[in-house]
């Protein structure tokens, strides 16, 4: 039988970016199935106790940018800590950084491999300061992976797509997550792109 990761994460979550590349090579290495579940990170985290980097004291906030700083030396991977187009106060579009979890969704319902997606607009905009909340800018990066990329823009607000980013989202309520990126693996919740390590111990765990 084949086990089944579920990530709980926002497109807008630069821990969601650092955790890219190992959790791939987490998924290809214990040939596990990885499910792609972008929430409603404002309303769900509000619920549960988390605090959105927005709302947060200032030292809290200088803080995180240094933390960032700190995880891409570390880690190898490039990142902005403060990119152009996340909006760290006032919020234009409440749906900027919903757009790309929808298309990520809707290649997802298509049977696509939807990772490699996920990590190019997570990247773009922590590590190339790219508008992802731009439909010409998710249609750009999505063919530039391989993907159709208007097809999936056009099917990112459909009635399937939208009934399961509500579904997502009231799974995370009802599991306690209150932060991105958040794994769960037969029910137990792992916080963080720093407790990955303890998801491929699970695992090991568990194929043996």
């Not at 630069?14 to 959790?23: D, K, T």
Request: net charge neutral; hydrophobic share 40%.
């Amino acid at each position: 039988m084949t086990i089944e990761l579920e990530c709980y994460y926002s497109l807008s979550s630069p821990w969601a970016y650092f955790a890219g590349p190992r959790l791939q090579d987490i998924v290809r290495r214990h040939g596990v199935r990885l499910l792609l579940k972008p929430y409603d990170f404002q309303a769900v985290v509000v619920k549960n106790g988390g605090i959105p980097i927005r709302t947060r004291p200032e030292p809290r906030r200088t803080y995180h940018d240094e933390e960032l700083v700190r995880w891409g030396r570390h880690l190898g991977m490039p990142i902005h800590p403060q990119p152009k187009h996340y909006p760290r106060h006032a919020v234009g579009d409440p749906n900027w950084n919903k757009y790309a979890g929808w298309m990520v969704i809707a290649a997802q319902l298509q049977g696509l491999d939807a990772f490699v997606l996920s990590h190019a607009l997570l990247r773009a905009l922590w590590a190339e300061e790219r508008d992802t909340s731009l439909p010409a800018e998710r249609i750009a990066i999505a063919d530039a992976h391989g993907y159709d990329g208007e097809a999936l823009q056009a099917l990112e607000q459909s009635p399937a797509v939208l009934a399961t980013y509500d579904t997502y989202s009231r799974e995370a309520t009802e599991r306690g997550v209150f932060g991105a990126p958040t794994f769960v693996l037969q029910g137990e919740r792992f916080w963080g792109q720093d407790r990955l390590g303890f998801v491929d111990r699970a695992l090991e765990r568990l194929r043996g």
